[in-house]
């Protein structure tokens, strides 16, 4: 079994930023909640609040949309961002773990074949978080609680946020700029 985060490790860049700059230029009127995402930014760098509760003022602008009518659109634009070294190692049992909101996520994984993504709970209508957001420990943790894995073959990420998961992992690698390298956790 192997387990791959998402952003900068089988898709290119961030598909939540990417969502909602693609978002934007569909509806240019989403820049009101450009005050409230960089007041989140500053709080979160004050340490004001957590990453969960920056998120939840990032993802507000979905508030302003219809997040799901957009979503065959956007993947259709940005499919081309998966990392070729994943569609041509991808297996059927593979696991995909994420920050990046399930609902944005899940769409691609259907696409791909991926049946098993465990990623953060955000309402699609509000930005609002279901539990915390799916990064560092709580991936181990929600690794656990959804599918009852505590240990696997091989880990993928391009973030040291991930060291949770990969020390859990018989193998794991880094992602640099869509190159698979080794990657020595001690």
Known sequence: MNIYDFDGTIYDGDSSVDFYFFA???KPSLIRFIPKQLYGFVLYKFKKIDKTALKERFFAFLSGIDAEKL????WNKNEKKIFEYYKNQKRDDD???SASPEFLLKPICQRLG???LIASKVDVKSGKFDGKNCRGSE???RLYDELGVDSFDNFYSD???DLPLARLS???YRIVKGNVVDWDIE
Do not use: P, Q, T
């Open 95 to 97: 696991i995909i773990i």
């Open 24 to 26: 934007l230029k569909k």
């Open 170 to 172: 018989k193998k794991a």
């Open 139 to 141: 991936k181990v943790k």
């Open 71 to 74: 979503l065959d659109e956007f």
């Open 114 to 116: 991926i049946k098993h």
């Open 159 to 161: 973030s040291n946020a």
